[in-house]
Nanobody, 116 residues
Framework: QVQLVESGGGLVQPGGSLRLSCAASGSISSIVTMGWYRQAPGKERELVAGFTSNGRTNYADSVKGRFTISRDNARTRLYLQMNSLKPEDTAVYYC??????????WGQGTLVTVSS
């Protein structure tokens, strides 16, 4: 119903920046919320930043002030601007959406590696 493809990951030095992008296709009108998650090696997947059904944004405490989530008006693109990156930010980042039918969809993920 909804297909998600992430891009923009890569290798970056500490203090650097990256911008992740998520392209959504399919039943776009069914999307209620959109967000970014990440999973580091040996750790659970966690919410990084997301939009609520009311259009408000939530951020993990660890990324507040450094990351910014945004989306286009048509909800076909979701972005995550990541500044002042730290080695602890190294993870696979996933785009995810919830639909009106209460289905959740995930992208395949994009790897972000922060290392000198």
């Amino acid at each position: 119903q909804v297909q998600l493809v992430e891009s923009g990951g890569g290798l970056v030095q500490p203090g650097g920046s990256l911008r992740l992008s998520c392209a959504a296709s399919g039943s776009i009108s069914s999307i209620v919320t959109m967000g970014w998650y990440r999973q580091a090696p040996g750790k659970e997947r966690e919410l990084v930043a997301g939009f609520t059904s009311n259009g408000r944004t939530n951020y993990a405490d660890s990324v507040k002030g450094r990351f910014t989530i945004s989306r286009d008006n048509a909800r076909t693109r979701l972005y995550l601007q990541m500044n002042s990156l730290k080695p602890e930010d190294t993870a696979v980042y996933y785009c995810s959406v919830w639909t009106y039918s209460n289905y959740r969809y995930w992208g395949q993920g994009t790897l972000v590696t922060v290392s000198s």
